[in-house]
């Protein structure tokens, strides 16, 4: 889990390794994902890939989906603590630490996350011109 203000790389150090031909990431936005969730109900996605969640905490939580609220980020992250083996296929980067990430998902959800991450906090001026 890649954590800092805005402006500091995270984004733009994933996209710089995501062709790896050993091991390629899939990079996705919670925007996208947010999105996705809003016309379908869900989103799936893969187990065999590394994926990349981009911008955790920029999305709407919870996802409204026909005026139903979907906790999706909270049910994929209970999903993948049951499933431990899948903890090194995900990379997560935020603006967000620990206390906002509670506010947003709850304390379950970042109980689990510390577990299940090693955290690598960036700080720093804004790279962006």
């Given at each position: 889990m890649i954590i800092g203000e805005s402006g500091l790389g995270k984004t733009e150090t994933l996209k710089a390794i995501k062709d790896n031909p050993l091991k390629p990431l899939r990079m996705?936005?919670?925007?996208?994902?947010?999105?996705?969730?809003?016309?379908?109900?869900?989103?799936?996605?893969p187990l065999d890939r590394i994926i990349v969640l981009d911008d955790l905490g920029c999305e709407p939580v919870p996802i409204k989906y026909f005026g139903t609220d979907i906790r999706w980020f909270s049910?994929?992250?209970?999903?993948?603590?049951?499933?431990?083996?899948?903890?090194?296929?995900?990379?997560?980067?935020?603006?967000?630490?620990?206390?906002?990430?509670?506010?947003?998902?709850?304390?379950?959800?970042?109980s689990r996350l510390r577990e299940m991450f090693n955290v690598i906090e960036l700080t720093g001026k804004d790279l962006r011109k």
């Open positions: 996705v936005s919670m925007i996208e994902v947010a999105a996705h969730v809003r016309e379908t109900g869900s989103c799936d996605l049910d994929f992250i209970e999903e993948r603590y049951i499933m431990q083996e899948t903890f090194t296929n995900l990379i997560i980067t935020t603006n967000y630490g620990g206390e906002q990430i509670q506010e947003l998902y709850g304390y379950r959800v970042r």
